[in-house]
C-alpha cells in the first residue's frame, strides 16, 4: 500500500555523454522558483568534471540537454519513489490528420504495469499503447461514431497500475 500519493513539481535535468547521447534523466523536487538553465549549468559542472554521473552504457555524462519544469504525481512505498509525469495530461492535435488527438505520459522510478480507464460518459476511441520498456503510455483519441471528424471535448481519467497501486490520471480533450 502506499505511504504517501503527492502532486510536486520537478525539475528534469536531460545528462548527455560526449557524443551527447545516451541521455539519463534525474529529477529534483520542489526546486527554487525562477530556477535557470544557467543556475542549473552552473551547479552541474563539478559532477561533470569529476566524472561523478554515468550513462547506462557505463560512459560518463559531460553535458546538459533539456532541462525543464514538471508537474508529477510522487508516490512513495516503503521509502521507495516513482513519479508519473505530467500529474494531468492535455491531449494535441494529429498535426497530419487532425483527425485524433494525443499524449504521453511517462514514468520514473518504476514500470507500468498495467491501464484501465475510469469509466465515465466521455464518448470517443480512447486507445493505450505501454512502451516496451514499460517506462510510457500514448493515449490517443478518435472520433467513436465518424472518424473523418475530430474527438469531441471532455475529459477522462486513465488509471496506471504501477508496483501494485493505482495512480489516477485525468486526460482532457480541448475543443477541436
Same mark, same amino acid.
Given at each position: 500500500?502506499? $505511504?504517501?500519493?503527492?502532486? &510536486?513539481?520537478?525539475?528534469?535535468?536531460?545528462?548527455?555523454?560526449?557524443?551527447? !547521447?545516451?541521455?539519463?534523466?534525474?529529477?529534483?523536487?520542489?526546486?527554487?522558483?525562477?530556477?535557470?538553465?544557467?543556475?542549473?549549468?552552473?551547479?552541474?559542472?563539478?559532477?561533470?568534471?569529476?566524472?561523478?554521473?554515468?550513462?547506462?552504457?557505463? $560512459?560518463?555524462?559531460?553535458?546538459?540537454? $533539456? &532541462?525543464?519544469?514538471?508537474? #508529477?504525481?510522487?508516490?512513495?512505498?516503503?521509502?521507495? $519513489?516513482?513519479?508519473?509525469?505530467? !500529474?494531468?495530461?492535455?491531449?494535441?492535435?494529429?498535426?497530419?490528420?487532425?483527425?485524433?488527438?494525443?499524449?504521453?505520459?511517462?514514468?520514473?522510478?518504476?514500470?507500468?504495469?498495467?491501464?484501465?480507464?475510469?469509466? !465515465?460518459?466521455?464518448?470517443?476511441?480512447?486507445?493505450?499503447?505501454?512502451?516496451?520498456?514499460?517506462?510510457?503510455?500514448?493515449?490517443?483519441?478518435?472520433? #467513436? !461514431?465518424?472518424?473523418?471528424?475530430?474527438?469531441?471535448?471532455?475529459?477522462?481519467?486513465?488509471?496506471?497500475?504501477?508496483?501494485?497501486? #493505482? &495512480?489516477?490520471?485525468?486526460?482532457?480533450?480541448?475543443?477541436?
Amino acid at each position: 500500500m502506499a $505511504d504517501t500519493q503527492t502532486t &510536486v513539481v520537478n525539475l528534469d535535468i536531460q545528462l548527455l555523454d560526449a557524443d551527447r !547521447s545516451n541521455t539519463t534523466t534525474i529529477k529534483l523536487d520542489n526546486p527554487k522558483n525562477d530556477v535557470t538553465r544557467e543556475q542549473v549549468s552552473a551547479a552541474m559542472q563539478p559532477a561533470f568534471t569529476n566524472g561523478w554521473f554515468l550513462s547506462s552504457k557505463g $560512459d560518463p555524462l559531460m553535458y546538459i540537454g $533539456d &532541462v525543464t519544469i514538471n508537474q #508529477s504525481i510522487k508516490t512513495k512505498l516503503d521509502g521507495q $519513489d516513482f513519479y508519473v509525469t505530467p !500529474s494531468e495530461l492535455t491531449l494535441t492535435y494529429d498535426s497530419a490528420s487532425d483527425k485524433s488527438a494525443g499524449g504521453v505520459i511517462t514514468v520514473s522510478g518504476a514500470t507500468i504495469q498495467g491501464t484501465n480507464f475510469v469509466k !465515465s460518459d466521455y464518448q470517443a476511441r480512447k486507445s493505450i499503447s505501454v512502451a516496451d520498456n514499460g517506462l510510457s503510455v500514448t493515449v490517443v483519441v478518435s472520433n #467513436s !461514431s465518424d472518424t473523418t471528424q475530430r474527438p469531441p471535448a471532455g475529459t477522462f481519467t486513465l488509471i496506471l497500475i504501477i508496483m501494485g497501486q #493505482s &495512480v489516477y490520471v485525468p486526460i482532457i480533450v480541448p475543443q477541436p
